[in-house]
C-alpha cells in the first residue's frame, strides 16, 4: 500500500514539474473556478492528516491546515510530496487508529488502521487527479500526463483484460 501511495504522489510530481505557478494557481470555468493547485493542497493535507494521526493514532481529515502556499506553488507542493513520500517508506501499516469525522449534526469516532487509511487516501488521491486530468486536459494540452493518471487501478486491471481477451 505504501508503494501504491508513492507511485501516485510521483505522478503528481510529474505533472507539477511541468505546470508553471500561474497555470497551477489558475481559477478554471471547467471545475467551477478552483485551480488545480487547490485540489493538489487538499491531496497533500490528507496525507499529512493520516501521517500525524497515526502518530497520534487518531486521524482527523477535517483538521486540514489548508495552506495556502500549497495551493499557490509548484516548488512548495513538491517539497511536501517528497517530504509525505519519504514518511510513506517507513511507515508502519499495522496500527490501530481511531478515525475522526464530521456528520451534517455531530462528530463520530469510528476505529480503522493505517493500512485501511492509506488505502482511502489513495482512492482519494485518484479521484482528484481524475478532475486535474480533466482540467488540464482542456486548458493546458502541452502538459504530459500518463494514459493511468486519474484512473482507478481496478479499472486500469479491466481495461488490461479487455485488450488481452481481444
Known sequence: MNHSNIAVLKQLNDLLNQLSDTEYAAPLSLI??????????????????LLT?????????????????????????????????????????EIELELLATLPHARTKLSSTAERELLYVLEHTIHHFAIIKIAVKNEFPHIRMTDGFGVAYATLQHQEEIIKNC
Open 32 to 49: 467551477s473556478q478552483n485551480t488545480i493547485g487547490k485540489h493538489v493542497r487538499h491531496i497533500l493535507e490528507f496525507y499529512t492528516c
Open 53 to 93: 494521526g497515526i502518530e497520534n493514532k487518531s486521524v482527523d481529515y477535517d483538521a486540514r491546515k489548508r495552506n495556502l502556499d500549497l495551493e499557490n506553488y509548484t516548488q512548495k507542493a513538491l517539497e511536501t510530496s517528497n517530504i509525505i513520500a519519504q514518511e510513506l517508506l517507513t511507515l508502519n501499516k
